[in-house]
């Protein structure tokens, strides 16, 4: 996947369709928006929570994936400790 040319072009991007998939949903179903609102909300609460709380083995690889959504490089090695 290629770079994006700013920080904030991928966070924008994800935003854009976290917000965009539930509002076209609700024209057609309600519930169903809801429904994948709330999915959504869920997997990042998981996310955060798992970086947090989880295991060494697992906070790492959310913190990982949440570096990997900001467009941030990975610390080198020497940083890791």
Do not use: N, Q, Y
């Not at 854009?16 to 179903?29: E, F, L, N, S």
């Not at 429904?35 to 959310?62: C, K, N, P």
């Amino acid at each position: 996947m290629p770079r994006s040319t700013s920080r904030r072009g991928r966070a924008d991007a994800l935003v854009t369709a976290a917000a965009t998939a539930p509002a076209a949903v609700w024209v057609v179903h309600p519930v169903l928006s809801a429904v994948i609102a709330g999915v959504g909300a869920a997997a990042g609460l998981v996310v955060v929570l798992t970086a947090l709380f989880g295991s060494d083995r697992f906070s790492e690889r959310a913190f990982r994936l949440l570096r990997r959504l900001a467009d941030r490089p990975e610390p080198s090695k020497r940083d890791r400790g």
